[in-house]
């Protein structure tokens, strides 16, 4: 396990974060990383549609058709449908959000900050509610994409397991390549379980090509009740 999670570190370490125009969406369904959300939301006019399948181990899987729009200035809804299977766990759901963008990139100091809760039927009844800021921090070696980083705090509920707790957590998205097509994805999480909890975190890379609506995901990841394992996510953006 502490090998896993210094490679995970490492990978975080390499990773760099997109502009809103690259974001794709949770497993719940909120504008943001594989795990947590960011503060971003889908631009005025626009929505985004994704799939989502994380395997976590011990032969459970995470599936969702999930999106995110946005139907105000600053406020975006997100869900979807989910479902867990697992032994004896086989659960499914409708999943809802929303989340509110207080600021923006072009404020004076640059950082965006949102606030937003949920609910997930199928992931063991989770409720969740979250801050998160966005910071774009500039071109790494000349590239035209920035960097930006992610850091946020939120609380999760496990109706399931009866679990209650707060966490911290943090991401970043670096563009692979100038055009930034192709972007390392990575974020680390305190434990958001109680008793056995895990350190959730994700590593992945992400290909948007430039201009176009679609995008897909590959990476690893561990939610904070499972183990480490695959996942994939493919979505498509409509409008702006």
């Known amino acids: 396990m502490k090998n896993i999670f210094k490679i995970a570190l490492a990978a975080i370490a390499l990773t760099g974060l997109s502009g809103a125009a690259h974001a794709d969406l949770t497993y719940n369904g909120a504008v943001g990383l594989p795990l947590n959300p960011t503060a971003e939301i889908p631009a005025e006019g626009g929505a985004r549609i994704q799939g989502n399948y994380y395997r976590l181990g011990n032969d459970v899987k995470d599936y969702g058709i999930v999106g995110a729009t946005r139907v105000a200035s600053n406020i975006e809804v997100n869900g979807g449908y989910t479902r ?69 705090v939120r609380y999760d509920h496990f109706g399931l397991i009866d679990s209650n707790k707060a966490s911290v957590f943090a991401g970043v998205e670096i563009p692979v390549i100038s055009d930034g097509s192709v972007q390392a994805v990575g974020e680390v999480q305190s434990k958001n379980v109680e008793n056995g909890g895990k350190i959730p975190y994700s590593a992945s890379l992400r290909y948007r090509p430039k201009g176009e609506p679609f995008g897909a995901s590959i990476g690893v990841a561990r939610q904070g009740a499972g183990n480490s394992g695959f996942f994939a996510q493919i979505g498509y953006t409509f409008g702006k």
């Not at 004896?88 to 937003?116: H, Q, T, W």
């Not at 199928?122 to 980083?149: H, I, M, N």
């Open 84 to 152: 867990l299977d697992g032994p004896g766990n086989d659960r499914n759901g409708l999943a809802i959000g929303a989340k509110y963008l207080f600021s923006r990139e072009s404020d004076p100091v640059g950082v965006r900050f949102a606030v937003g809760a949920g609910y997930d039927r199928a992931f063991a009844k989770q409720s969740y509610a979250y801050g998160v800021a966005t910071k774009y921090l500039g071109a790494v070696s000349g590239e035209k994409v920035p960097v930006t980083g992610h850091l946020g």
